[in-house]
């Protein structure tokens, strides 16, 4: 089978979408990524006399867009099957994406996937929920004083980690709620780490260094970093967005919350106040949410798409 993978290019092609991509080359799917350079409505378009080249070239069974504009732009481009992922901010940015977008997955594309019930919920129709796998060989726990040691941190201070793959004052992640809540803790003994721009391959190291991972957006999809954290062992405090209630459930070490600095803190306090021992990565591993795991799913889907 040949799949076309097409994606935003604009700040390099995703460390997730990359990882599926080898995922899925591991099964034996041959596999190119045709990144989309440009940005708005404009910017998006005039790639496709470019993709139509190379769907020509590479003559794929099947197109794998990756956020709606590019399952957009690939329906503009062939008339190949499409399957569509959605990650999260191209269904709740405004109720005017999450229109289109039920548009595209009711009528043109062949399938969609998104990340959580919330997302299917919104979509509705020939919606399946395939949250992004989790590269367990890279993430996986480490010695956190070597890793505080590595990264030149300060061994007497707790880090808790605030993630943003690249602008932390998006508005989404609600950085100032994560900054609210530090100060509720009224700790001397933590330090928040706010962390972007990170090489994919680094994440793990600075994982492993924190006492918990701290996430406050308003909306996510299924959000990666967490199920990293969750991998490598580590706690995490999270407000209840996405499919966070799903990937927790009862797991010791792993709280959510309501988007309220004094709930956080007081989750947080408990985090570093207790002697905890969590095993995130197993509840990875049960849920199937490794990268192997969800290629295998992916390529039934698109062996379905196929056998219509």
């Known amino acids: ?3 076309l993978f097409i994606c935003s290019g604009n700040r390099g092609i995703s460390p997730q979408i990359q990882d599926q991509a080898v995922s899925l080359n591991n099964k034996g799917i041959e596999l190119k990524i045709f990144p989309i ?14 993709l139509r080249k190379q769907i020509v070239a590479f003559n794929p069974d099947i197109i794998h867009s990756h956020y709606s504009f590019c399952g957009i732009i690939a329906a503009l481009s062939s008339k190949l099957p499409i399957v569509t992922t959605l990650m999260g901010s191209d269904v709740y940015k405004s109720q005017l994406y999450a229109l289109i977008d039920k548009f595209f997955a009711y009528y043109i594309w062949n399938k969609t996937i998104v990340q959580s019930n919330n997302m299917k919920d919104k979509i509705g129709k020939n919606v399946y929920i395939i949250p992004n ?10 010695d956190r004083y070597e890793c505080i040691k590595q990264l030149g941190l300060d061994v007497n201070v707790k880090h808790i980690l605030f993630v943003s793959s690249s602008n932390p004052q998006r508005t989404e992640k609600n950085l100032p709620l994560a900054l609210e809540a530090i100060n509720t803790c009224s ?12 090489q994919h391959n680094e994440m793990p190291l600075h994982l492993n260094a924190a006492s918990l991972l ?17 991998a490598c062992n580590i706690p995490v405090v999270a407000t209840k967005v996405g499919d966070i209630e799903y990937l927790f459930e009862n797991t010791e070490g792993y709280y959510y919350t309501d988007s309220d600095a004094d709930k956080l803190a007081e989750k947080i306090n408990y985090v570093l106040n207790n002697d905890i021992k969590p095993n995130g990565r197993q509840r990875i591993i049960d849920l199937k949410l490794d990268s192997e795991s969800v290629a295998n799913k992916l390529i039934q889907l698109y062996q379905e798409v196929l056998s219509k």
């Open 1 to 3: 089978m040949k799949v």
């Open 214 to 230: 701290l996430l406050t957006s308003k909306w996510e999809g299924s959000p990666v970093v967490v199920k990293e954290a969750m």
């Open 37 to 50: 350079i440009g940005k708005g409505v404009w910017g998006y378009l005039k790639n496709i006399p470019q």
């Open 133 to 142: 796998g989790i590269n367990l060989d890279i993430f996986k726990p480490l």
């Open 187 to 198: 700790r001397s003994d933590i330090k928040l780490q706010i962390l972007s721009n990170i």
